[in-house]
């Protein structure tokens, strides 16, 4: 590989092209990955670029951020609601940062809460029609604090939304059985709790299984499967054994909104030498 990609950046050269060597390796390189000018489809790049909310706190808002009374939609997961104007910051953000989908790829933005579980997916196109239309209850440029952005909302039926699926391809990225690595594109969206038994269509009900996992929980007896508000899925199995698997990114719960040290006691009641 590096033989053929040396020989395209020196043909490169030896045509007048005068940049660093390393220049045109790497183009010869991403030319022959991405395949441009070749038959066949071209290749391109879905990127998904993720921001916890933490990090799109504008100047001033922190105050209203728990300000939930005032007739919005309810928060989720009880975090901090993603407001308009954490919006407007992504927003400013990714144009500072000239982010762009790649072409013929695509781009999505995905926010998390400070232990990495994924509060909301978005596109930069919805992104920027909710940062322009602010909060549907106060106004366009109401510093409310109302969530203007959250996970796909509950639908009634069995068939899961397009907005579900990308929000749990992102969450979950492979089928979540443990151990299995089949990329979350070639999945199903699983009922957890089954819907026959009342098992919502819900993001907080769904997961991506492979098709050979997908069988096996639905037609094999005995196993067990419970999905956590932060997408955390424990399987046991028939003979007891239980494992977790977490979604990408998502802390370990010991890890997780480390609290602060306790404060040492005003009075010392250790005995001397201290
Ligand atoms: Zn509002
Ligand atoms: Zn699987």
Same mark, same amino acid.
């Given at each position: ?47 998904? &670029? ?6 799109? %706190?504008? *100047? !001033?808002?922190?105050?209203? $951020?728990? +300000? #939930? @009374? ?97 929000? &749990? ?6 089928? %979540?059985? *443990? !151990?299995?690595?089949?990329? $979350?594109? +070639? #999945? @199903? ?86």
């Amino acid at each position: 590989m590096w033989s053929v990609i040396d020989q395209a950046a020196q043909l490169a050269r030896t045509a007048g092209d005068d940049r660093p060597i390393g220049v045109l390796r790497a183009e010869a390189h991403a030319a022959l990955v991405l395949r441009t000018g070749a038959d066949g489809p071209a290749v391109t790049g879905h990127l998904t &670029l993720t921001a916890p909310l933490s990090a799109l %706190r504008p *100047p !001033g808002t922190a105050a209203s $951020a728990e +300000r #939930t @009374d005032l007739g919005g939609p309810v928060p989720q997961l009880g975090s901090t609601p993603i407001t308009t104007a954490h919006l407007r910051e992504l927003l400013a953000q990714l144009g500072a940062l000239g982010v762009q989908a790649p072409p013929g790829g695509s781009l999505a933005l995905a926010l998390t809460d400070d232990d990495g579980a994924l509060l909301a997916t978005t596109t930069p196109a919805e992104l920027a029609r909710l940062a322009a239309r602010g909060c549907p209850a106060h106004g366009k440029n109401a510093d409310c604090g109302c969530p203007a952005l959250g996970p796909p909302p509950a639908v009634p039926g069995y068939t899961h939304t397009a907005a579900q699926e990308r929000f &749990l391809r992102l969450r979950d990225r492979t089928c %979540r059985h *443990p !151990g299995c690595g089949q990329p $979350a594109g +070639r #999945t @199903d969206a699983d009922h957890v709790l089954p819907y026959d038994c009342g098992g919502r269509t819900t993001c907080h009900n769904l997961c991506c299984l492979c098709r050979t996992h997908h069988r096996l929980k639905t037609f094999a007896r005995g196993w067990r499967y419970r999905l956590h508000p932060d997408g955390t899925l424990t399987v046991t199995t028939p003979s007891g054994v239980t494992r977790t698997t977490r979604p990408p990114g998502l802390r370990h719960p010991q890890t997780q909104r480390a609290l602060p040290p306790p404060r040492p006691s005003p009075v010392d009641e250790d005995t001397p030498p201290f």
